[in-house]
């Protein structure tokens, strides 16, 4: 079945044996990725049915690297519309935010790992160093994140005067720092060691804490506290 109905354009299938009526009658999860994509695009071009497209996308790319294009690169790698190109974008970007999701408005951190559930969705797969701070409360709940700094590939230049400003201005008890490292390596390089060092005695002085600083990458982290770096 699957091979043939590549073959042919969705009108021209079976009623039972088309994505939409797969999916109404029997669920999201009985569909492939390609059926999937296929019903996010709508139709194809006069050259291949939709899902011709769909599998020759999904032959190009992993369901990773076609979530991380931007418009122009499905446009002009994969020749394809900008409509279709900013569909795919949208329909990503909404499973990131959904995966990023936040049901309580002031979580509580505990541990590394509250803070990972709650931004590794968001940082993992950017292309670009972006630093934030997450500000506590004495009862370390979260009182807001903001993002300091957007770098790139190879380093991040952090004042401590910017996080500190913005940290007195929340009346932040304590505080988080996190960043993500494109390259996929999440272990803290000589830069980041020296930062956190900086970070921490800046915060000494002004009596706010920091309580961890955290790397991001590829699904993994790396936790300065858990690692004994910070104490």
């Known amino acids: 079945m699957i091979s043939r109905e590549y073959k042919l354009k969705?009108?021209?299938?079976?009623?039972?044996?088309?994505?939409?009526?797969?999916?109404?009658?029997?669920g999201p999860k009985t569909l492939s990725n390609a059926e999937l994509l296929a019903l996010i695009l709508g139709n194809g071009s006069k050259k291949e049915c939709v899902l011709e497209l769909s599998r020759k996308l999904l032959k190009e790319n992993t369901i990773k690297t076609l979530s991380r294009k931007r418009v122009n690169a499905l446009k002009s790698n994969l020749g394809i519309g900008e409509a279709k190109a900013c569909q795919i974008i949208a329909c990503f970007e909404l499973g990131r935010r959904?995966?990023?999701?936040?049901?309580?408005?002031?979580?509580?951190?505990n541990n590394a790992k509250d803070i990972t559930k709650i931004f590794m969705p968001e940082l993992y797969s950017l292309k670009k160093e972006h630093f934030k701070t997450i500000f506590l409360d004495s009862r370390q709940k979260v009182i807001k994140d903001e993002t300091i700094f957007i770098g790139s590939l190879n380093a991040s230049i952090v004042h401590p005067r910017e996080i500190f400003q913005a940290a007195l201005e929340e009346g932040a008890a304590g505080i988080i720092l996190l960043h993500n490292h494109p390259s996929g390596n999440p272990d803290?390089?000589?830069?980041?060691i020296e930062i956190t060092k900086q970070l921490v005695k800046a915060g000494e002085i002004l009596g706010i804490e920091v309580l961890?600083?955290?790397?991001?990458?590829?699904?993994?982290?790396?936790?300065?506290?858990?690692?004994?770096?910070?104490?």
């Open 10 to 26: 969705i009108k021209d299938l079976p009623p039972e044996e088309r994505p939409r009526e797969r999916l109404s009658k029997y």
């Open 98 to 109: 959904l995966a990023a999701f936040k049901e309580q408005t002031n979580p509580t951190i």
């Open 188 to 192: 803290p390089s000589e830069e980041d």
């Open 212 to 231: 961890d600083h955290i790397i991001i990458a590829n699904k993994r982290y790396f936790s300065f506290k858990e690692k004994g770096i910070i104490s």
